[in-house]
């Protein structure tokens, strides 16, 4: 969403009336003033309470994981369903005003629910973004505008839609918020060719604790540099962002190849390690290793004439032949490595609802040393079970490792073959099965991955490696380290701590792993 001059105007006029002078904020502040307060700026239908009809369907609308949503779930006193930037701005300064803690959620695929509910005992409300989702491209400048409470598979059609042979680098699932993805660094299948999403933003505006609305040249350079893969959350409610769109030929060639061990699907992941970093640019392949064996998913910016000599000299382990290859438009792409199937119509993209029947639990790791067989060999027997997950490959190298480490708060650059997502999934409410299966499959394969720190991807964030404690308000730089510099490397977080200590020195953008203010001593 561009912000016009007009809506600008209209801001800064909201922000001098409502902003400019408010008290701290006060926790014994009631929920009566404080609904008050939201009613003189915000229709009173945006505004859902636990009383309305509409309150459990809206909280329930964008959930991915029903851990999260049980009856002990603790509830927000409202939701916020903003529909322009106003609406973002007296939800942060009614909430800062009354002491009431804001959450902040575009598509709700974070792992840990962090954008919809509060570990800590405090009063939250909830500001849903999902009706701020327009997407506007500029097919001459290859730009486009997107709102955060788009959805990637929004932002893949409306570009696609504009002029197919135009895309942006992003994540596999659809259904995941914009601002969520690109705020944590956003790694898909074109980041070996284009970095990733966070590499290509180029503006964003953003309304900050003083509910005022920033693009890149106001927030600064600091803040711009820490929203893009450092957590947009802790720095106030980013409500769009510019990107860089990227050029891609007219057919693209996708292909799954599973492998039992019988097939030899040890021997194909251990060479795929130090393989596919190095493949050209234009080729990604991701590995899924579920029931004992490993599915390869690839996406190939070219055709698959171009494609086959590349697999037949560089992974022939792999046996890819003509009849493996799918080629399909771009856009087709999105939607077959997601779901392996070319039956589904494009406009699946646009479905925003997920089923709430899966229970998951997720981790992840790094590595930059390849794995032995004989350490596969062990690794695969964790998949033989009724309760046994599955871990997906995610190939480095490329682009994504060219950049410099300290480009973006993201720091997982040169070196790094291959992050690692672990990921256990159960049925109904008793997941103690599934989550003792990842607990011990995380730390059997602490031998084989990054150690000191061993790093983490922000965007599948998890809780077990460190909350952050508040002591007078405020979040410690000392108990965000602990899981700070496993995201973000120590260089990283330590500047995202100076810069939130400049843009929000009272911590109010504060959760449970929000970047924490560190204010130099003078």
């Known amino acids: ?81 903003a529909t322009n930037a106003s609406h973002v ?92 993805h690109f705020s944590g660094g956003g790694i898909g299948m074109m980041m070996r060719k284009h970095g990733l999403a966070a590499d290509n933003v180029l503006d964003a505006t953003l309304v900050d604790a003083a509910g005022r609305i920033l693009n890149k040249d106001t927030m600064g350079s600091d803040v711009f540099w820490a929203i893009r893969g450092g957590g947009g959350e802790s720095f106030g409610v980013v409500l769009s962002w510019k990107v860089r769109l990227v050029r891609v030929p007219p057919r693209v060639t996708a292909f799954t190849v599973q492998r039992t061990i019988a097939q030899g699907a040890i021997d194909a992941v251990t060479k795929w390690q130090t393989l596919a970093p190095a493949l050209p640019d234009e080729l990604a392949i991701r590995v899924v290793i579920q029931n004992q064996q490993a599915r390869f998913q690839s996406l190939y910016l070219g055709t698959c004439d171009q494609l086959l000599p590349v697999m037949s000299s560089r992974f022939p382990e792999l046996g890819v032949t003509r009849a493996d290859c799918r080629e399909m438009t771009w856009l087709q792409s999105t939607l077959y490595i997601n779901s392996d199937t070319t039956n589904q119509p494009l406009e699946t993209l646009l479905n925003r609802t997920t089923s709430l029947s899966t229970f998951t639990k997720n981790k992840s790791d790094y590595v930059k040393q390849a794995i032995t067989r004989e350490s596969w060999q062990k690794i695969f027997t964790w998949f033989n079970g009724p309760n046994a997950g599955l871990m997906i490959l995610e190939p480095h190298g490329g682009q994504v490792s060219r950049i410099a480490d300290g480009d973006t708060p993201y720091p997982h650059r040169s070196g790094v073959l291959y992050n690692i997502q672990h990921i256990a999934f159960w049925s109904g409410s008793n997941g103690a099965a599934a989550t003792a299966w990842i607990d011990g499959f995380y730390n059997f394969m602490g031998q084989f991955v990054t150690k000191n720190p061993r790093a983490a991807y922000v965007n599948y964030r998890d809780l077990d490696i460190g909350q952050n404690a508040v002591v007078n308000g405020v979040s410690t730089f000392d108990s965000g380290k602990v899981w700070g510099e496993k995201y973000f ?34």
């Not at 506007?136 to 929004?154: I, K, Q």
């Not at 995202?496 to 003078?522: C, H, M, W």
Request: hydrophobic share 40%.
């Open 1 to 81: 969403m561009a912000v016009s001059a007009t809506t600008r105007a209209l801001a800064l006029l909201f922000c001098t009336v409502l902003c400019c002078h408010f008290p701290a904020p006060s926790s014994a502040a009631g929920a009566g003033d404080f609904l008050r307060c939201l009613s003189s700026s915000v229709p009173s239908q945006l505004v859902l309470t636990p009383g309305s009809p509409s309150f459990t369907p809206v909280l329930a609308s964008s959930i991915r994981n029903p851990r999260f949503f049980t009856p002990t779930t603790p509830r927000p006193l409202c939701i916020v369903a």
């Open 89 to 180: 701005q007296a939800a942060v300064v009614c909430c800062r005003r009354h002491g009431v803690r804001l959450r902040v959620r575009s598509g709700g695929h974070d792992y840990e629910g962090l954008s919809y509910r509060s570990v800590r005992a405090e009063e939250f409300a909830v500001l849903d973004l999902a009706g701020l989702r327009a997407v506007r491209v500029d097919r001459r400048g290859a730009t486009a505008w997107v709102d955060s409470g788009a959805t990637v598979g929004e932002l893949y059609y409306a570009v696609a839609k504009a002029d197919p042979q135009l895309a942006f680098p992003a994540g596999v699932c659809p259904t995941i918020g914009v601002g969520g």
């Open 489 to 522: 490397g120590a260089a990283n977080f330590k500047r995202l701590a100076i810069t939130k200590g400049k843009a929000d020195p009272s911590d109010y953008f504060r959760n449970e792993q929000s970047v924490p203010p560190l204010v130099p001593r003078k």
